[in-house]
């Protein structure tokens, strides 16, 4: 039965794994050029204070710089385990916590602009654990048509097992909150060459080609960044 | 097409688990890839240009029916994705070749243009004659016409992507270089890059004596099209070629995805004006306009100028 216009996603109860309530929430800096290093310094310095603090009930999942796509630009991901509670718990501590508002302060110079979404994880991705290095990662973000989640999962559900040829699948999420119906995937390759040849190794699978030809006709826009990971980053 | 009401698909229509496409079935059965259904976006009816008189051939009277005249303008909003069994990389690019293509926009400070050029212009050509970088300078211009205060920058990579992570490898321990990126990071607004690779059917940019202007032209396509694109455009691309005008044709691989630039060099404006209405007069160029406009979501064309150290002059 098609469900009414502007309704919430059922996904809630369809694609995030039962046995968690991890929200995970991204966010994008577009920093200025100039300042890249300094914010690269300052984020460092502080970051990792509050994923090893228990008070905070918040974990870094990654952070990364883009190297192709938007440069210029830093990638967070946070993940909290507690859900909305936690998210809310945290953010009402660092209000009360100068030195995280001072970083801010200092921070918010070297932005040009940033924006965040919060996330689920599909349920049939692998949790984002972290690992050891080199790697590069590739966030491709799709954009979809507004009531295409349900079916995107549904193809999504049955293709993953293409592609975990190198563990190249880090995490699947998909946007609640900021812009809607956004999915992004994160990949780790080695190197650009593995990347290719990791990917091309999807076509001679049987079942790839329909996953892509379901897939696409519900995408609006993608985008593909390749990042590389920051000194702090669990995820190297 | 089912629906009655327009923009159907934007209500409940296409909510339903695997409705929007009416996918569900067994894959081993036999129509594989059965067409889409539309998500049943029927259009409010525009005033229709009609095909071009010249597509009265018998592949446009199959177009041209009653029947499929909707489809056109179906055609239109909800696109039609052909079933592909292999990357867009083995089937659209240079088999020939390994070569990979990086180009750079960057938006300067108005106030720095020049001071960005001029710091361009001595760091770069290094780069490109040092053997010990795998990379070479294919073109550098300033838009003219377009996003102004925007420099551009076309690299190639003849060894692909090893020869990229060496090059990012050397540079990163380059003193010259980093400097280089200190001092120009103050002069930059923004900057992006993707990295493309060439169609097979398109001209390699080789190096060229000025004056010209160039022409990017960058379109986004929607999703699943590209092979109809590359297509339409390794018949057409024959129709361009009255005034050496083709210099490079480009689909994307990392960075924003479905977006191709196709790269021209015209004399000046004018030359430019008269080489693009030949191509009307020539058969066959109308369909190519007919089958691929279509496909895009949306289209730019900048308008460049090249710098001194160009080899693209």
């Not at chain 1, 992004?184 to 999807?202: G, P």
């Not at chain 2, 001595?122 to 925007?150: F, M």
């Not at chain 2, 202007?213 to 009255?242: F, H, V």
Request: aromatic share 12%; glycine share 6%.
């Amino acid at each position: 039965m098609p469900r009414a216009a502007g309704s919430a996603p059922c996904l809630c109860t369809r694609w995030i794994p039962k046995e968690t309530s991890n929200l995970y929430k991204i966010q994008f800096h577009n920093v200025k050029p100039e300042c890249l290093d300094a914010y690269n310094s300052l984020t460092e310095e502080v970051l990792p204070k509050l994923h090893s603090d228990a008070d905070y009930p918040c974990d870094l999942v990654g952070n990364w710089n883009t190297w192709y796509g938007e440069q210029d630009q830093a990638v967070h991901l946070w993940r909290f385990s507690g859900g909305y509670p936690a998210l809310m718990d945290c953010m009402n501590k660092l209000k009360q916590n100068k030195e995280y508002l001072d970083f801010r302060k200092e921070r918010s110079h070297m932005l040009l602009s940033r924006r965040n979404q919060l996330l689920l994880e599909f349920s049939f991705w692998n949790e984002p654990l972290p690992r050891k290095g080199p790697n590069i990662y590739e966030l491709r973000t799709y954009k979809l048509k507004p009531g295409t989640m349900i079916e995107w999962g549904n193809n999504w559900a049955r293709a993953i097992k293409y592609r975990q040829e190198n563990q190249e699948a880090v995490g699947g999420f998909f946007s609640q909150i900021g812009e809607l119906y956004v999915v992004h995937h994160l990949w780790a390759y080695k190197d650009l060459q593995s990347r290719e040849e990791t990917r091309n190794a999807a076509w001679r699978k049987r079942g790839w080609d329909e996953n892509v030809y379901y897939t696409v006709p519900l995408i609006r826009t993608m985008e593909s960044r390749i990042m590389i990971p920051l000194k702090i980053s669990p995820l190297q | 097409m089912n629906e009655t009401s327009p923009w159907g698909a934007l209500g409940g229509g296409a909510c339903s688990p695997g409705a929007g496409l009416g996918m569900e079935q067994d894959p081993s059965s036999a129509s594989r890839f059965p067409p889409h259904q539309t998500t049943a976006i029927v259009p409010i009816v525009p005033s229709c240009v009609p095909p071009p008189p010249a597509l009265l051939t018998a592949r446009s009277r199959r177009a041209y029916s009653r029947d499929a005249e909707g489809s056109w303008f179906r055609s239109l909003f909800v696109h039609k994705v052909d079933p592909r069994k292999d990357a867009h990389s083995n089937l659209l690019s240079k088999k020939e070749t390994s070569n990979l293509y990086k180009i750079q926009f960057h938006n300067v400070k108005p106030e720095c243009l020049d001071a960005y050029n001029s710091l361009t212009e001595e760091v770069l050509p290094k780069l490109h004659s040092d053997a010990d970088y795998p990379c070479d300078l294919v073109g550098n211009w300033n838009t003219w016409y377009g996003e102004q205060d925007q420099a551009v920058h076309l690299w190639r990579f003849s060894g692909g992507y090893p020869a990229l992570m060496d090059c990012m490898n050397k540079l990163k321990q380059n003193k010259e270089y980093l400097d280089f990126r200190k001092e120009r990071s103050h002069m930059l607004l923004s900057r992006r890059n993707q990295l493309l690779l060439e169609f097979s059917f398109w001209n390699e940019p080789l190096p060229r004596k000025g004056p010209n202007i160039y022409e990017l032209r960058t379109y986004k396509l929607k999703p699943g099209t590209m092979i109809e694109w590359g297509n339409n455009w390794a018949r057409a691309i024959k129709y361009r070629q009255e005034n050496q005008e083709a210099v490079g044709g480009f689909f994307s691989q990392i960075g924003e995805l479905y977006v191709v630039h196709h790269l021209w060099a015209y004399k000046d404006l004018q030359s430019r004006e008269e080489t693009r209405n030949a191509a009307w007069r020539k058969r066959g160029w109308d369909e190519n306009v007919y089958y691929t406009v279509p496909l895009i979501r949306t289209m730019e064309s900048r308008i460049m100028i090249p710098l001194k150290i160009s080899p693209l002059q």
